[in-house]
């Protein structure tokens, strides 16, 4: 992009009570913006997407790795499930993010399984969350019993005799299904915070499986008037790397929406540069590339 800067990036550690968790940030200026990624992923499932948001914005953006995950640690004190549930995960990121001093307004961005992080997130801070984007996010109304229990039973028996060495934290997070289901079931996103849904138009092999995900966005989308559902035509499940541009789109015209008027002016301007300069670039790739 020609608009684009020279942002400041901080890798570190922060100690959130017993056990360190990983930031990677982007500074910048404005309401920052907390991605959240899917189960088992990374910072690194983000890269190559966060350089034209932070062009675009100049805002910060905040990348971490969940315990146990990538290069975060793991509370090894004790081995009981129930102290490494989502809630936990969330209650260490509030404390890490507070320890970096951002713990104010902010902007939620989620993926897949991040879709549960997020929304805990905004259910515990209504007043801080003034916008979401969610790419192909996981709601609760597509985890029906039936689902959990039949995914439950193989996961205990696929557990049985092969306790973890290891990988403890895809134990946790694998055996924790029921109970990250049942707490999101009284954690409702908030209805006050306007959030754009896209869902992917490719997402599971079985046509019921898939017309049940596309429902259940259907339902999340249209139960407020502040919600927008969008399919992403095309895409697969990661939709921020299979259509760049619609992915973009979505995050600026969200966050942009959350600010005063006045105040996204200048990001708009920039975007319009970024779409200017995508459209043309992606002309080029179609007549010389054959793409």
């Known amino acids: ?6 942002c400041q990036t901080l890798d570190t550690l922060i100690d959130v009570g017993g056990y360190r968790l990983y930031f990677h940030i982007i500074k910048g200026n404005g309401m920052p913006i907390l991605f959240e990624g899917g189960a088992g992923a990374d910072v690194t499932v983000w890269d ?15 990348t971490y790795d969940r315990a146990g995950f990538g290069k ?30 951002y713990n104010g307004n902010l902007m939620l961005i989620a993926h897949s399984y991040g ?16 916008a979401a984007v969610y790419f192909d ?33 895809d134990y946790y997070a694998g055996l924790n299904l029921e109970n990250t289901v049942k707490l999101m079931r009284r954690s409702p996103f908030p209805a006050t915070i306007p959030v754009i849904d896209l869902v992917s138009e490719k997402n599971f092999p079985d ?15 249209t139960a407020q008037p502040n919600r927008q559902a969008i399919t ?21 015209k969200a966050y942009t929406g959350a600010l ?14 970024y779409s200017l300069e995508g459209i043309n670039e992606e002309r080029r790739r179609l007549i010389h590339d054959g793409k």
């Not at 190559?48 to 905040?62: C, E, Q, V």
């Not at 609760?140 to 403890?168: E, H, I």
């Not at 992403?232 to 600026?252: E, K, M, T, W």
């Open 137 to 169: 996010a996981n709601h609760v109304c597509w985890f029906q019993d039936t689902y959990v229990d039949s995914v439950m039973k193989l996961r205990k028996d696929g557990w049985a005799n092969n306790k973890p060495t290891n990988n403890w934290a």
């Open 260 to 273: 005063s008027k006045g105040q996204g002016d200048a990001i708009l301007d920039r975007f319009l540069i």
């Open 207 to 221: 046509s019921i499986s898939a017309a049940r995900w596309a429902d259940c966005h259907r339902q999340f989308g």
């Open 115 to 130: 879709g549960f992080c997020a929304t805990l997130y905004a259910a515990s801070h209504p007043d801080k969350v003034k």
């Open 1 to 6: 992009m020609t608009t684009s800067v020279s």
């Open 48 to 62: 190559n997407f966060l350089k034209p948001i932070a062009d675009i914005t100049h805002t910060t953006l905040i």
């Open 232 to 252: 992403a035509y095309g895409c697969g499940h990661f939709i921020f790397r299979d259509n760049q541009p619609l992915a973009i789109s979505a995050i600026v």
């Open 72 to 101: 975060s640690e793991l509370d090894t004190s004790n081995h009981d499930l129930d102290k490494h549930g989502i809630l936990q995960g969330i209650q260490g990121l509030e404390t890490g993010l507070k320890k970096l001093g």
